[in-house]
């Protein structure tokens, strides 16, 4: 008797587990519908505010007040900065402002090529040139954080000061819809945003913070600092949660304690510190869709970023050097494609027929696989652009 009563309590103690179980995995597919169903709706909206914003500028295809831009090249990435610039203008609509962060001697490999492009391009935007400066204490500890000069991003608020607001983007960006529309965001700002970041992966079963961070990051995966809208009038005016001290801290108080704190901890430098305030500070940012920010991670395991599925790529960003390598040949056709377009011709003929023809070489790889994505907006961006420079009909 006893032994059959062991019997059916553990039978009843498995079934009991089984059901609990079941119901647990129905809970976790209701939730990841619902937040892959969420974030449909925000690429949505994302995008159709977009749409009508384009069609306002239609009739104004300049705004009073340049679009400003920033950028931090230091070693080898003057070409590649200088390819960032090219497809920002050449795909633009606006008057665009470069601020250029770089060490001394590429300053006049800036000046000389910039200053060589046709009058008609270099009547579309304009630039400055600053040196790379830190902090005089611990300038060494931040010029070599994650890569040279790489963190010089986060004092832009504090040395831009006569800025509003700025985009900062690294410098293997490439833009392949007008800068203008994501500058756009910052009207979709509410009152606490200072800043707007994509996020690190879609997938978290891909993710690297999820999976390997040994600090605070911000949301489910982290968010990738490649491509930064910036509110810098609000930065600078904001005091952050932390967890240094009891009370909040200014921007400029924090930075420094904040690397004292998780320099042994942190792997993509300040990336990982931009993580961390957000963390602790969620309101303050606004997370844009993939296709803002999409880089190799995207695809090369497979296609994960839905809304370039849909939409195509606005911003493609070449991290891991695959611009310059054979590694992932649909990043480097692009790459190639604007590096070598002639500013005397079409943007159809002379930039777009030759990199789907370019594309076709990549299908082996898992990013050549889903190659339409890479030309889907752009073949937009340039249509849209060949409208507006097309004459009147008398």
């Given at each position: 008797m006893r032994r059959y009563l062991r019997v059916l309590f553990v039978c009843t103690l498995i079934v009991f587990c089984s059901l609990l179980y079941i119901f647990n995995q129905l809970v976790s597919s209701l939730e990841s519908a619902n937040d892959h169903q969420a974030r449909a709706q925000r690429t949505r909206a994302a995008d159709t505010g977009l749409r009508e914003r384009a069609h306002d500028d239609r009739s104004e295809p300049q705004r009073l007040q340049p679009v400003q831009l920033a950028v931090v090249?230091?070693?080898?990435?003057?070409?590649?900065?200088?390819?960032?610039?090219?497809?920002?203008?050449?795909?633009?609509?606006?008057?665009?402002?470069?601020?250029?962060?770089?060490?001394?001697?590429?300053?006049a490999g800036f000046r000389d090529t910039l200053q060589s492009w046709p009058q008609r391009v270099r009547s579309?935007?304009?630039?400055?040139?600053y040196p790379i400066s830190f902090p005089s204490t611990n300038t060494r500890e931040w010029r070599k954080l994650f890569k040279p000069c790489a963190s010089q991003r986060l004092f832009l608020p504090l040395i831009l000061k006569q800025v509003d607001s700025v985009l900062y983007v690294d410098t293997d960006i490439l833009f392949l819809r007008p800068v203008e529309d994501v500058w756009s965001f910052l009207s979709a700002f509410n009152r606490s945003h200072v800043a707007?970041?994509?996020?690190?992966?879609?997938?978290?079963?891909?993710?690297?913070?999820?999976?390997?961070?040994?600090?605070?990051?911000?949301?489910?995966?982290?968010?990738?600092?490649?491509?930064m809208l910036i509110n810098m009038t609000r930065i600078r005016h904001t005091h952050f949660k932390n967890d240094l001290s009891a009370v909040k801290l200014s921007w400029s108080?924090?930075?420094?304690?904040?690397?004292?704190?998780?320099?042994?901890?942190?792997?993509?430098?300040?990336?990982?510190?931009?993580?961390?305030?957000?963390?602790?500070?969620?309101?303050?940012?606004?997370?844009?869709?993939?296709?803002?920010?999409?880089?190799?991670?995207?695809?090369?395991?497979?296609?994960?970023?839905?809304?370039?599925?849909q939409h195509g790529i606005y911003i493609l960003h070449g991290n891991r050097g695959v611009y310059h390598d054979d590694k992932q040949p649909a990043f480097s056709a692009v790459y190639d494609a604007i590096q070598q377009y002639a500013f005397e011709d079409d943007l159809l003929h002379?930039?777009?027929?030759?990199?789907?023809?370019?594309?076709?070489?990549?299908?082996?790889?898992?990013?050549?696989?889903?190659?339409?994505?890479?030309?889907?907006?752009?073949?937009?961006?340039?249509?849209?652009?060949?409208?507006?420079?097309?004459?009147?009909?008398?």
């Open positions: 090249a230091c070693g080898s990435r003057l070409q590649e900065t200088l390819t960032m610039i090219k497809s920002a203008v050449i795909f633009s609509r606006s008057k665009l402002h470069f601020h250029i962060f770089a060490e001394e001697d590429l300053h579309r935007f304009s630039y400055s040139i707007a970041l994509a996020p690190e992966h879609e997938e978290p079963r891909m993710g690297w913070y999820n999976r390997f961070a040994r600090h605070p990051y911000y949301g489910n995966t982290g968010v990738n600092s490649g491509v108080d924090l930075l420094m304690p904040l690397l004292n704190k998780y320099k042994l901890n942190i792997t993509w430098g300040d990336q990982d510190l931009l993580n961390i305030i957000f963390h602790y500070n969620p309101e303050s940012l606004f997370v844009f869709p993939c296709h803002w920010n999409y880089r190799p991670d995207h695809c090369i395991y497979g296609s994960n970023c839905a809304a370039a599925e002379g930039l777009l027929e030759p990199l789907e023809e370019k594309l076709k070489s990549s299908e082996h790889t898992y990013c050549g696989r889903v190659r339409h994505i890479f030309t889907k907006r752009l073949r937009e961006t340039i249509r849209d652009l060949q409208e507006q420079s097309a004459p009147l009909e008398v």
